[in-house]
């Protein structure tokens, strides 16, 4: 993750120090594309970044958050009654109680904690974890589910809901496929080394394919070294407590990924939060640290590690990749990349955010990414200078402790690398990479079009678009689902009370005839159910990251 040396000497510096801890009707197949795929130049030996984009958070307009809080009031009062109900016995209550005998102890349920489960979710339950059936491609099978007592259980009716248009899942190249000759070394892979390996790499389960996986980790991001774990939360949060401790200090983006904040809280450092993607909010953290240490003390920090991602996954934004780089420069401190959301799915050959912005990925002292999304697979990476990947080998949980991945799963990942670098012969990989920009460009301009609210990059496949209101957010699901089209709806407390929004991720597996599917059913939502609010006013989050007094690299 990190280099040794050079710290800034109020930053604390210390040579023993330890390095940084084509139709619809196609099932799940890849649609065919003969759009020429052009080899991307280079500049300054880097891959030419492209238009950057800005990230984009329009504000609503007063009455749909006046109108927000008022549903979110009105529910919560009904949630009182029917808990008034409950407590003389006219209603039943579904869930888990203390028994009588048990009063007198220590609480086992909690009844104002459960109160938002009781009386909101349980309205909406019916929207998430649904069962699916199929493959989840580009589109996937439903099994058809009903609830007799209000969303409290649900019981299959044998029937199943064909052909749901996903735009739900990470599958941002369609590697989450069932092609026989896409997956025919992975099948001969499972033949010659089992599905479970049952051991870990420090024992018995150091498998040739492991090191040939991390080997083409690093020539793929272009650093020195890489490792490779078998859970993607893990990497972040076994990894963050082997590179920080107590005496250090992290500086965590206010959007962070509950993996990293995990990490983060284990690792016993000092974490201080600034406002996302916030360059001023960051530099006077920064200026702090440096120039006060730590509290009561005032001794140096040990290590200052910014945290940050590549792609937000819940904002759809982009990491302020060279502003960050310059004031982790200025300040001699430490950064740690997450690029789960933005390996494979940004930059022009699928290189992530250091390709993006035209970076040395050199410059990054960890990069951190997943196989789970752009790759179609589990697991994570760490990657960087050899001697942080050395380290992590014999000081990281998830490396002495974890069993190693599964052979079938390392073939996958080397298989859609190898197809992303052209090394397998064919020019397919680049094909979905840009595929995938196309789609990502086509599908945000015409909801920008329609009048809808969407936050993030226009670069970024995450699009989050708002539904404000408690009540839509059930509503747009269920009539998107009738459509035919799954989506993922997210509201309090995983985002901001008056900010509830449906997230769309954009495949390169999708068709044209998917996406505007897809739009036609949004655009008819949007005027039935009222939520194209776009004013096109300024942002609400102020962008002000030109206001430090840092230079850039040029």
């Known amino acids: 993750m990190i280099r040794t040396g050079g710290h800034h000497p109020r930053n604390g510096s210390s040579s023993n120090q330890k390095p940084l801890k084509d139709d619809i009707g196609v099932r799940n197949g890849y649609h065919k594309n003969t759009e020429k795929v052009h080899t991307n130049g280079k500049v300054n030996g880097f891959r030419r970044s492209c238009d950057r984009g800005e990230d984009s958070f329009e504000e609503a307009p007063m009455y749909v958050a006046v109108l927000t809080y008022m549903g979110f009031g009105i529910v919560t009062l009904f949630g009182y009654f029917r808990d008034l109900l409950r407590a003389v016995g006219l209603e039943k209550c579904n869930l888990a109680e203390e028994r009588e005998e048990q009063k007198d102890f220590v609480p086992l349920y909690q009844d104002f904690e459960n109160f938002y489960t009781r009386n909101l979710y349980m309205r909406v339950r019916d929207n998430w974890n649904r069962p699916i059936c199929s493959l989840p491609g580009p589109v996937f099978d439903l099994m058809e589910r009903v609830s007799d007592d209000h969303n409290w259980t649900f019981r299959l009716t044998g029937k199943t809901i064909d052909n749901v248009i996903n735009m739900g899942s990470y599958n941002y190249l369609g590697f989450a496929e ?277 936050y993030g990059n226009q670069h970024s496949p995450v699009v989050p678009l708002l539904l404000y209101l408690p009540g839509k957010v059930g509503a747009f699901s269920r009539a998107m689902l009738e459509r035919k089209i799954g989506v993922v709806v997210v509201g309090f407390p995983a985002t901001p009370i008056t900010e509830a929004r449906a997230r769309f991720c954009v495949s390169a597996a999708h068709t044209r005839e998917m996406l505007d599917k897809v739009l036609q059913s949004l655009d008819e939502l949007g005027d039935s159910i009222r939520l194209k609010f776009s004013r096109r006013r300024c942002p609400v989050r102020p962008q002000v990251h030109n206001e430090t007094d840092f230079d850039l690299d040029s």
């Open 178 to 454: 069932n092609n026989v000759d896409f997956l025919k070394t992975v099948a001969e892979k499972t033949v010659q080394y089992g599905v479970g390996v049952c051991s870990t790499r420090q024992e018995l389960a150091n498998l040739t394919i492991h090191k040939t996986l991390e080997g083409l980790v690093a020539e793929f991001l272009g650093v020195e070294s890489a490792m490779a774990f078998g859970m993607g939360f893990a990497t972040n949060s076994m990894n963050i407590p082997a590179l920080v401790g107590k005496g250090c200090l992290i500086l965590s983006d206010e959007l962070n990924h509950t993996s990293l904040i995990l990490g983060a809280r284990l690792s016993g450092a000092t974490i201080r939060v600034f406002k996302h993607n916030n360059m001023q909010s960051l530099e006077k953290m920064l200026k702090e640290a440096v120039c006060s240490g730590q509290p009561r003390t005032h001794r140096s920090w040990k290590k200052i590690l910014i945290m940050v991602e590549g792609i937000y996954s819940m904002e759809g934004s982009l990491i302020r990749l060279p502003e960050i780089l310059a004031l982790k420069k200025k300040y001699k401190a430490y950064l740690y990349l997450d690029e789960a959301h933005s390996i494979g799915a940004v930059g022009a050959t699928g290189r992530g955010v250091t390709e993006h912005f035209g970076v040395d990925p050199k410059e990054v002292d960890v990069l951190m990414g997943t196989f789970t999304k752009s790759f179609g697979a589990v697991g994570g990476y760490i990657a960087g200078k050899k001697e942080l990947v050395d380290y992590l080998r014999s000081q990281s949980h998830s490396a002495v402790y974890a069993t190693a991945m599964s052979p079938p799963v390392v073939e996958q990942i080397t298989r859609a690398l190898k197809c992303i670098m052209g090394t397998d012969g064919t020019t397919e990989g680049q094909r979905r990479v840009r595929q995938l920009a196309d789609n990502t460009r086509y599908f945000r301009s015409r909801l920008n079009d329609m009048g809808f609210i969407i």
